[in-house]
């Protein structure tokens, strides 16, 4: 079934931030500021670091039973950088939910 028919649901938990990965958790916040000269790495770290989160991180959970970022791997990157890995924080996760409408005859 396609995901048409599902109404996108959110629930949110605290979980430390070595149970999470991100597409950047593998590289080094300066080699990414050095490399990715294309984004504000470093105005992301200075808000984050002076204003905390605006938004929560959205993860899903695989599979596998573990935790992947969805939405907000830069700021997922800074966090890491910011806080110990066995830091708790809150995150959005992503659920589905039908919206289809049960017809009665």
């Not at 990157?77 to 995150?91: A, D, G, I, W």
């Amino acid at each position: 079934m396609s995901k048409k028919y599902y109404n996108t649901q959110y629930t949110t938990a605290y979980i430390a931030l070595e149970d999470i990965k991100g597409d950047f958790t593998h590289y080094p916040l300066m080699e990414l500021i050095m490399k990715d000269r294309g984004y504000d790495w470093t105005g992301l770290l200075h808000d984050i670091d002076k204003n905390g989160l605006k938004e929560l991180i959205e993860i899903t959970k695989t599979e596998e039973g573990k935790y992947k970022v969805s939405q907000g791997n830069h700021r997922f990157k800074v966090m890491e950088y910011l806080y110990p890995k066995y830091n708790v924080l809150k995150f959005k996760i992503k659920r589905y939910e039908t919206n289809r409408k049960v017809h009665s005859n």
